[in-house]
Antibody
Framework: EVQLLESGGGLVQPGRSLRLSCAAS????????MTWVRQAPGEGLEWVST????????YYADSVKGRFTISRDTSKSTVYLQMNSLRAEDTALYYC?????????????WGQGTMVTVSS | DIQMTQSPSTLSASVGDRVSITCRAS??????LAWYQQKPGKAPKLLIY???TLGTGVPSRFSGSGSGTEFTLTISSLQPDDFATYYC?????????FGPGTKVEIK
């Protein structure tokens, strides 16, 4: 069964850091790009970042560029989102998603999300 | 960045109705558009990609059309399980963007 399991969310103070993880199973991990999408409480979906299947290319939304870093570890079938200098507006449910291709594409598999709350 | 709009923002309909949701892009995105369904407390589900290709396991009452800047998601006969929020998403650029969503409510 194809599955994505996010972890690492929690309550963090503004300006601090947090690292999210997404463990993948049931498919050839290196064959697909992977993406993080977030959803603030009561709001719509916001694309955050994508990493290519090879890990050689990364893409970021302007709202997180320079603060967040996406990476992947093929040996662990895991994608990460390192979030630095967190702000209140980063509070959201963070979803990990699998792209249809090795390059950025539509997202066919989603995890259940991990909640990040930025508050003092 | 490419901006996406959706209309209507809310749609009230009855079981059995044919409903359509429109999504517009601020510039041409060819056919690189996807539609997702999201129910409260759940992750989004891929319905349509490449504007008109049905996702795996998606019922045939869902269909997508369009190219360039204007796209449509149609549900041919609304079922009780279809009451949800629907999002379009462009992936023409490697910086994806979502539309604001359309909530389909029971009339």
């Amino acid at each position: 069964e194809v599955q994505l399991l996010e972890s690492g969310g929690g309550l963090v103070q503004p300006g601090r850091s947090l690292r999210l993880s997404c463990a993948a199973s049931g498919f050839t991990f290196s064959g697909y790009a992977m993406t993080w999408v977030r959803q603030a409480p009561g709001e719509g979906l916001e694309w955050v970042s994508t990493i290519s299947g090879s890990g050689g290319s990364t893409y970021y939304a302007d709202s997180v560029k320079g603060r967040f870093t996406i990476s992947r570890d093929t040996s662990k079938s895991t994608v990460y989102l390192q979030m630095n200098s967190l702000r209140a507006e980063d509070t959201a449910l963070y979803y990990c998603a699998k792209d249809l291709l090795t390059v950025p594409d539509a997202f066919d598999i989603w995890g259940q999300g991990t909640m990040v709350t930025v508050s003092s | 960045d490419i901006q996406m709009t959706q209309s209507p923002s809310t749609l009230s309909a009855s079981v059995g109705d044919r409903v359509s949701i429109t999504c517009r892009a601020s510039q041409s995105i060819n056919i690189w558009l996807a539609w997702y369904q999201q129910k409260p407390g759940k992750a989004p589900k891929l319905l349509i990609y490449k504007a008109s290709t049905l996702g795996t396991g998606v019922p045939s009452r869902f269909s997508g059309s369009g190219s360039g800047t204007e796209f449509t998601l149609t549900i041919s006969s609304l079922q009780p399980d279809d009451f949800a929020t629907y999002y379009c998403q462009q992936y023409n650029s490697y910086r994806a963007t979502f539309g604001p969503g359309t909530k389909v409510e029971i009339k």
